[in-house]
T-cell receptor
Framework: SAVISQKPSRDICQRGTSLTIQCQVD?????MFWYRQQPGQSLTLIAT?????????ESGFVIDKFPISRPNLTFSTLTVSNMSPEDSSIYLC???????????FGDGTRLSIL | SQKIEQNSEALNIQEGKTATLTCNYT??????LQWYRQDPGRGPVFLLL?????KEKRKERLKVTFDTTLKQSLFHITASQPADSATYLC?????????????FGRGTSLIVHP
């Protein structure tokens, strides 16, 4: 299965700043996703990162707040913009090799906003 | 509204016993269901997938059942070990809305006592 590296693993940020999270996969994958996981909550899909085009965002998530890039089939970034304490969460990258296949996750980025 | 329900209370069992975790769903027509394991500070790891036309799936000490009439999946770990302690997430894939992206439950924490 794909090996996914996420950076940074954790960060503490100031209110109003932005942070970019990177997701690198060791092989080409069909689909890449970004999730948020708040304590005691389920994984919530933020968006599907589309290679060469704009990401597809889920209800409640917008591009201005969570811009996403996917320049190729092995790499994606998620930026959390203009952060507030409500953005404190774990952000996870996942990939799927093909339609209907299980997801493979990175270990996440634990983000705290002061 | 659509719901995926997993026990929010931790399941505590004694080593050697069988652990049974439950995943109930409402207003979904899942084509298949996945189970993942998540350890603290790590991303979820895929364990098993069961399709709607399968009643039961096994992998080593793991067994999953899927009852589309009861709208329920049960996840069993036989001869449980302390190393099985983790949070277990179920995820549904319901393609009736045109998407094969799974929707995750909140997970149930399993604690196996030596």
């Amino acid at each position: 299965s794909a090996v996914i590296s996420q950076k940074p693993s954790r960060d503490i940020c100031q209110r109003g700043t932005s942070l970019t999270i990177q997701c690198q996969v060791d092989s080409q994958v069909t689909m890449m996703f970004w999730y948020r996981q708040q304590p005691g909550q389920s994984l919530t899909l933020i968006a599907t990162a589309n290679q060469g085009s704009e990401a597809t965002y889920e209800s409640g998530f917008v591009i201005d707040k969570f811009p996403i890039s996917r320049p190729n089939l092995t790499f994606s970034t998620l930026t959390v913009s203009n952060m507030s304490p409500e953005d404190s969460s774990i952000y996870l990258c996942s990939v799927v090799q093909g339609g209907g296949e299980p997801q493979h996750f990175g270990d996440g980025t634990r983000l705290s906003i002061l | 509204s659509q719901k995926i329900e997993q026990n929010s209370e931790a399941l505590n069992i004694q080593e050697g016993k069988t652990a049974t975790l439950t995943c109930n769903y409402t207003n979904y027509s899942p084509a298949y269901l996945q189970w993942y394991r998540q350890d603290p500070g790590r991303g979820p790891v895929f364990l098993l997938l069961i399709r709607e036309n399968e009643k039961e799936k096994r992998k080593e000490r793991l067994k999953v059942t899927f009852d589309t009439t009861l709208k329920q999946s049960l996840f069993h770990i036989t001869a449980s070990q302390p190393a099985d302690s983790a949070t277990y997430l179920c995820a549904l894939v319901d393609p009736s809305g045109g998407s094969y992206i799974p929707t995750f439950g909140r997970g149930t924490s399993l604690i196996v006592h030596p």
